[in-house]
T-cell receptor, first 115, second 112 residues
């Protein structure tokens, strides 16, 4: 059973381009979470999704950021018109249930660099 | 919304010494608490979790944590630190919406 797979591991984009980050949850997991980690900072919650639904997007910036988790395929975090401040590590986590005592399993992250 | 505070940004201990990493949470109901460890360039790995029962929980790699409701704390401890424990440690609390919130992390350096 493969773990949470994120790709690419490293992504370089020029200012104004689009960044698409992919996350394949563990087999059998239908809950996906995205976090952003800035240098010297902790993990900031961005969005929580279930298949085809956004449950909580309270941590998502209002503009340029969007996320989806389609019925088939990976979850996608999309950043349009990237700026230097978007440079960070983006982590995806998945869990099998919506229960609060269920741990989330993390991928190795995508490190986005905007030049 | 729930939140977590880790007061210590960076801690240095000598190999073989004991370790305690502090975590304070804010949540109106019964908290569901977690400790994760992150090695450089890696994702997070769960060390232990608490949601009910015995307030002293045992985790992997010799770690334990004690839940103290009166102090709103969930401190992580290890009796004897190994050089391989050098990493970043994150405390987290899970809310009603299953939206886990993390602290800013504590970076552990282990001196030989």
């Amino acid at each position: 059973n493969a773990g949470v797979m994120q790709n690419p591991r490293h992504l370089v984009r020029r200012r104004g381009q689009e960044a698409r980050l992919r996350c394949s949850p563990m087999k059998g997991h239908s809950h996906v979470y995205w976090y952003r980690q800035l240098p010297e900072e902790g993990l900031k919650f961005m969005v929580y999704l279930q298949k085809e639904n956004i449950i909580d997007e309270s941590g998502m910036p209002k503009e340029r950021f969007s996320a989806e988790f389609p019925k088939e395929g990976p979850s996608i975090l999309r950043i349009q018109q990237v700026v230097r401040g978007d440079s960070a590590a983006y982590f995806c986590a998945s869990s099998p249930r919506a229960e609060r005592n269920t741990e989330a399993f993390f991928g190795q992250g995508t490190r986005l660099t905007v030049v | 919304a729930q939140s977590v505070t880790q007061p210590d940004i960076h801690i240095t201990v000598s190999e073989g010494a004991s370790l305690e990493l502090r975590c304070n949470y804010s949540y109106g109901a019964t908290p569901y608490l977690f400790w994760y460890v992150q090695s450089p360039g890696q994702g997070l790995q769960l060390l232990l979790k608490y949601f009910s029962g015995d307030t002293l929980v045992q985790g992997i790699k010799g770690f334990e944590a004690e839940f103290k409701r009166s102090q709103s704390s969930f401190n992580l401890r290890k009796p004897s630190v190994h050089w391989s424990d050098a990493a970043e440690y994150f405390c987290a609390v899970n809310g009603n919406n299953n939206d886990m919130r993390f602290g800013a992390g504590t970076r552990l350096t282990v001196k030989p």
